[in-house]
């Protein structure tokens, strides 16, 4: 069609039409069929990376795979791309992935996602998945002084499931009882006063010692000091990695100790995380529950303080390798 064909064209849409095809035409250019050159495959390209297999800095150029410069460790002779490891690696229309973390990191749905970037719906889901699955949460290292840690509860949701061994209930509507209970899954939540964060769906039910030793891989280093509710399995785990821990009785009333010890911090994320999964998301399934407490997580530490969010998710997400890039 010529031009004039074209503008013909479009004067006939309705008003609501022409708004679509400007917006269609805005995210084109987003949508660039190339993939531009990142920092990873710079520092590559200038011998400053290694091999993801080994470790190895002996590499060189080894043609490419499918239009990605492919290179061959001399130590251990494999080959990898720039990609090799990260969630990208198999990734079909790498051209796409910046303006999909565009839309991402401004919270637009499945279906306005796949309708910008004319993707299946299940592709984008996919992505968004693949994406949440790179990100980590701190694992206990990383925390000292005062640090707060609490649990919070949320219904269990068999979403998007056809084949429900319970009787359905309506969207948002409570479970049997009230309180801790199988029918109830549990989220662990620890933060430090620097803003170091981990949150760990740790199953179902009331917490338990072993839970909060599996959501904080390494033990929460010496010298700090634990700050939590009454629960008997954080003064276990308190007692076993031989730290100082600080009990708040908020049931009785009492909400700070000493001026300056609460748990203030973690019961206001704990809020935050409700209003943003039943607001954003109209609530998630139990099963991809992990997913999106990682991306609630970097949201609160990361991307709530700089401007290129979608830059920066990206960033984080290829920074986490399945196998190690970097020594």
Not at 61 to 86: A, I, N
Not at 105 to 121: G, W
Request: aromatic residues 10%; charged residues 25%; proline residues 2%.
């Amino acid at each position: 069609m010529t031009y004039n064909e074209v503008l013909s064209a479009a004067q006939s849409l309705s008003e609501s039409e022409r708004q679509s095809l400007v917006q269609a035409l805005s995210m084109a250019k987003h949508c660039e069929a190339t993939v531009p050159e990142s920092s990873h495959l710079s520092a590559l390209l200038e011998k400053q990376g290694c091999c993801p297999h080994c470790g190895g800095n002996r590499y060189y150029r080894f043609g490419k795979d499918h239009g990605t410069q492919r290179f061959k460790c001399k130590d251990c002779g494999r080959t990898f791309t720039e990609y090799t490891g990260t969630w990208q690696q198999k990734l079909h229309k790498k051209g796409l992935v910046k303006a999909y973390m565009h839309l991402m990191s401004e919270q637009k749905s499945l279906d306005r996602i796949s309708a910008a970037l004319h993707i299946n719906k299940k592709t984008a889901f996919d992505w968004r998945h693949k994406i949440l699955r790179s990100l980590k949460q701190d694992e206990g290292g990383s925390f000292s002084g005062i640090t707060e840690s609490d649990e919070t509860f949320f219904e269990k949701s068999d979403k998007g499931s056809r084949h429900l061994g319970r009787k359905p209930r309506k969207r948002g509507g409570g479970g049997k009882g009230k309180g801790a209970s199988k029918d109830k899954v549990t989220v662990i939540v620890t933060a430090d006063r620097k803003n170091d964060l981990n949150m760990t769906f740790c199953g179902y039910g009331r917490l338990t010692k072993a839970e909060i030793t599996e959501s904080l891989h390494t033990p929460l280093p010496q010298g700090t000091v634990l700050c939590s509710d009454g629960h008997v399995s954080y003064k276990g785990y308190a007692m076993d990695n031989h730290i100082e821990h600080v009990v708040i009785r908020a049931d009785l009333g009492r909400h700070v100790k000493r001026g300056f010890y609460h748990i203030q911090h973690v019961n206001s994320l704990h809020s935050r995380l409700k209003k943003w999964l039943n607001g954003t998301f109209w609530g998630v399934a139990t099963k991809y529950m992990q997913d999106y407490l990682n991306w609630f997580k970097v949201q609160e530490t990361v991307l709530k303080f700089c401007n290129d969010q979608a830059g920066e998710l990206l960033g984080i997400s290829m920074k986490h390798y399945n196998v190690k890039f970097y020594r």
